[in-house]
């Protein structure tokens, strides 16, 4: 793979500006293609944006701020990504129009150029399936915002040729990034192992154990996550959030572990999706004073402890349907979200046992498929043997 080949990337939203400035940072050029010239003007309003406050801040130079601008250009037409020898395609979420997109780019692109999608939730092997040739076709998942969220998810199709995985995973380490191979399921790592952080916490809520302000702070103050699931979820938007567990959830043929819940959906219905509309789970805007959690330890410590052994158990059982090892798994859920520690690492720290107890208790009381223990966190337990060591 040469080293500066040019890189396109299709769709200049949120994502493709971001994936963007990545490739041109590591010193690609860079031509950046979306349908509406409009969001082509803006893209670039805001990478300028970014680079002048790089700039201020002395955290570039600003000739090589200059020089990292000059390498991005904005194209309109899909034949100007000829040249490119990856092109990353972070267009709309609609299979459809993405197959469309691709089949133009197969016309005009070198047969050896890989084509790449961006996809939270479509599967690889099924854009695959719509080349004429699959075997350069490859899933490339940042995370938002790219720039600054190390990971990136390599999801190779089924029919993705041997090593392209490889290839593909020395690119990001070049530009910098943290890459996790993972397998063609939905939700690839990140967006299946983190599911319980905002469903078990809905779940605690909606039983009325404790309230959105008392969850948020156990899971910050005590459990050290940079953010609550409520602000989390009211950060993405209910609405994305929402259509993200019920995207796994039906991908999984209705697993009950992915069960979305009926007071998001709620919230969806009302308008009330986050920070972007003022009202979520939280209320925003000024002069709106936080809730006050109930600062009781014990209660606390139970929300976390219910809330952890259910994304451990996630985490155990990505490993043990082969989605990624259990490196990557622990790596991805630091690089993607934040997370303070690896989840297997921290379940190996905790006691596996005690997760499985846990598990099982709820289980029972439940009589819920959604609290069944992974075979592989059972066996690890029994074994004494852990996931990393
Ligand atoms: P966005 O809505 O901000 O941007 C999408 C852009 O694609 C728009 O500018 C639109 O004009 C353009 N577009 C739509 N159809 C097109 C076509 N046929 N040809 C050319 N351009 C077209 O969306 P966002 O959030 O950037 O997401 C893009 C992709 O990245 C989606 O597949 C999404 O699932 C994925 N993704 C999103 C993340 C997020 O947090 N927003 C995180 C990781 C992946």
């Known amino acids: 793979m040469k080293d500066m080949m040019i890189i396109g990337v299709a769709g200049a939203g949120a994502m493709g500006r971001g994936i963007a400035q990545v490739a041109a940072t ?38 090589d701020a200059a ?16 040249p490119c020898g990856l092109v990353v395609e972070a267009i709309v979420e609609r299979e459809e129009v993405k197959k469309e997109l691709f089949a133009s780019l197969e016309a005009v692109v070198t047969p050896e150029s890989v084509l790449a999608s961006n996809t939270s939730s479509l599967s690889i092997t099924a854009l695959a399936a719509g080349l004429q040739h699959p075997d350069r076709f490859i899933g490339l998942h940042f995370f938002n915002p790219a720039p600054l969220l190390p990971l990136v998810e390599v999801v190779p199709a089924l029919q993705t040729r041997s090593g392209l995985d490889e290839e593909m995973s020395a690119l990001m380490r070049q530009w910098g990034k943290q890459p996790a191979l993972a397998k063609d399921t939905p939700g690839f790592i990140v967006n299946r192992v983190a599911r319980p ?17 008392t969850i ?25 959030n929402y259509a993200v567990t019920e995207s796994v959830w039906t991908a999984f043929h209705f697993d009950p572990r992915y069960t979305p819940s009926f007071a998001q959906k709620r919230n969806v219905d009302a308008g009330w999706l986050g920070r972007k509309s003022g009202k979520g789970w939280h209320a925003y805007g000024e002069g709106v004073e936080a809730a006050a959690p109930r600062m009781d330890k014990d209660l606390g410590q139970d929300i976390l402890w219910r809330i952890l052994v259910m994304l451990i158990n996630e985490a155990a059982d990505a490993v043990f349907w082969g989605v990624a090892s259990a490196e990557d798994v622990d790596n991805a859920m630091q690089g993607g979200v934040n997370y303070p520690k690896g989840l297997l690492a921290w379940g190996e720290e905790v006691g596996l046992d005690r997760c499985v107890e846990t598990l099982d208790r709820l289980h029972a009381e439940y009589g819920e498929g959604r609290y069944r223990c992974s075979p592989l966190l059972r066996s690890r337990a029994r074994e004494g043997r852990g996931f990393l060591s």
């Open 67 to 82: 020089a990292l601008l000059g390498r991005i250009s904005t194209v309109s037409t899909v034949e100007d990504l000829g």
């Open 26 to 63: 590591a010193g690609h050029a860079v031509r950046l293609y979306d349908r509406d010239a409009g969001v082509l003007d803006e893209a670039m309003a805001f990478l300028r944006h970014i680079q002048d406050r790089s700039v201020t801040k002395g955290r570039i130079r600003s000739e």
């Open 197 to 213: 952080f905002y469903g078990e916490a809905i779940r605690i809520l909606e039983e009325g154990v404790a309230d959105v302000a």
């Open 216 to 240: 948020d702070w156990a899971m910050t103050a005590l459990g050290g996550f940079r953010m609550g699931p409520f602000a989390l979820m009211d950060l993405i938007g209910n609405d994305v």
